[in-house]
């Protein structure tokens, strides 16, 4: 079936690696490790104490009064997002408000205000917690804020799928304007949950790096010597159009997002299918979906975030539906893992992989497991063409999300 | 404390919470139509000058306090 062409025409991002699009890639391709040890008093009893933080801290980039209303995820969105509106063109193009949607999802949420203000509750009771509270916490915050800063009214959405969240969240923005409801989405992920009680959750269900005393070491997919995965901040957006859209107003198009592939394991609440049969459906429908030939699509973005189990059977799902010729690259090796907006980070690395023809490193592959069967950029950025592209996510409660993208 | 005093603390607060300039605050001014302040502003702004001056504001109270003036007033009598 044919479907609506949809384009990429802005990108926006702060990562532990910039704070923007532009320092963030040029950060992933020379191999530049975005992982530090967390030296606040409260992480000094924590069995992990490095993370992923932002290069660039928001605070000085909003308005102080502003700020107070908003928790970092939501603060981080809206930087994104600003960067992605910018680059697209849109801020005096005259969109129709109607017609501008926004699907921006968060994987745990306003974390940070809800254990801030839980301890403002402890020490002085129900009147001193702030009346901002609700809608900083709430998952639909970064979302609405987005949309209220851009004025979008087409509809404003907040997908939550975990670790697929930013994913899931562009696939949702294609849909939408497939469907018709809108010409121009704002898409993508934020997630800012590094502090005490998240890390200690993930550090209990034994997913994450104790590799403490070597931080830019600890985020190493697909080698023998992973132990988990780094635990990131940050946020991405796209600008989704459609593509007659795009070309009436003259705009810049990176990359074609040609397709989209979604399913469920039914299998487990954490773990991944042991043979990836849910990401092998993904693949396949987004392969379909896209209507490309598998030959083309020569590069794949993986989901890899450094665990034992996770990311060999990522492998497996790529050998059965897509084949055996991909080059491979993990990002969060530089990155950490973002959570709700890795991938949308890394639909922006795959994108950006397209438009330039090199696929950035997976950095600290230095004895690759034995399972690891298929070709890895280890190390260095590797130059190719790159027709198509493939960007995997998959998250806790069995979400798998596969996205793919192509030359413009 | 004299009025003057009152006001100047109150600006500190509005500044604080909503930014409002604290040349803009006198009490003729309106919290809401005058120096802008929303209503979830206007609960922090509440909390804070219970904290800084003393005195308790009970939230019936509140839709009362139309002018930085009337917030005075209501300070003074109950410090």
Not at chain 1, 27 to 40: C, E, I, K, N, Y
């Amino acid at each position: 079936m044919a479907h609506t062409d949809v384009v990429v025409t802005g990108l926006g991002a702060t990562t532990p690696l910039g704070g923007d699009v532009a320092s963030t890639w040029d950060a992933m391709l020379s191999g530049r490790s975005g992982v530090s040890a967390l030296t606040q008093e409260w992480a000094e009893q924590l069995p992990v104490r490095i993370a992923a933080q932002l290069a660039v801290d928001p605070t000085g980039l909003l308005d102080r009064v502003k700020l107070r209303r908003l928790d970092r995820s939501e603060a981080i969105a809206i930087i994104a997002a600003q960067q992605a509106w910018a680059d697209a063109g849109l801020a005096d193009s005259g969109l129709d408000p109607d017609r501008l949607g926004v699907s921006v999802g968060s994987g745990i949420g306003g974390a940070l205000t809800l254990l801030s203000q839980d301890d403002i509750l402890e020490a002085s009771g129900p009147r001193r917690v702030s009346p901002h509270t609700i809608p900083m916490l709430m998952p639909n915050g970064p979302a609405a804020w987005v949309g209220l800063e851009l004025g979008a009214r087409a509809g404003v959405h907040s997908v939550a799928s975990a670790c697929a969240t930013g994913a899931e969240a562009i696939a949702l923005g294609m849909d939408m304007i497939r469907a018709g409801r809108a010409d121009v989405v704002v898409a993508g992920g934020t997630e800012a949950v590094i502090h005490s009680l998240p890390i200690a959750g993930f550090s209990s269900m034994r997913a994450m790096s104790t590799r403490n005393d070597e931080p830019e070491r600890a985020s190493r997919p697909w080698d023998k010597g992973r132990d988990g995965f780094v635990l990131g901040e940050g946020a991405g957006v796209l600008v989704l159009e459609r593509a007659d859209h795009a070309t009436a107003r003259g705009a810049r198009v990176y990359a074609r997002l040609a397709g989209a592939g979604i399913t469920s394991d039914g299998y487990d609440i954490v773990q991944p299918h042991p043979e990836g049969a849910g990401a092998i459906r993904a693949i396949a429908k987004a392969i379909a979906d896209a209507d490309v030939a598998k030959r083309d699509i020569v590069h794949v973005n993986a989901h890899a975030t450094s665990t034992p189990v996770g990311d060999l059977a990522e492998i497996k799902a790529l050998h059965q539906a897509l084949g055996d010729h991909p080059v491979l690259t993990a990002t969060k090796s530089m990155s950490g893992h973002l959570l709700g907006a890795a991938g949308a980070l890394e639909s922006i690395a795959t994108i950006l992989a397209i438009r330039d023809g090199v696929v950035p490193p997976t950095i600290n592959l230095d004895d690759p497991d034995d399972g690891l069967d298929l070709d890895v950029a280890a190390n260095k950025a590797r130059h190719m063409e790159i027709p198509a592209a493939l960007n995997n996510s998959f998250g806790f409660g069995g979400h798998n999300v596969a996205l793919v993208f192509t030359r413009a | 404390m004299t009025r003057d005093e009152i006001t100047a603390g109150l600006a500190e607060i509005l500044e604080e919470v909503a930014g409002v300039n604290p040349d803009d605050v006198a009490e003729g001014k309106s919290f809401t139509d005058d120096l802008d302040v929303d209503s979830l502003s206007m609960v922090e702004v509440v909390v804070a000058a219970e904290e800084k001056f003393g005195v308790k504001i009970p939230d019936n109270e509140v839709q009362n306090l139309k002018t930085v003036g009337d917030a005075v007033s209501y300070i003074e009598a109950q410090s």
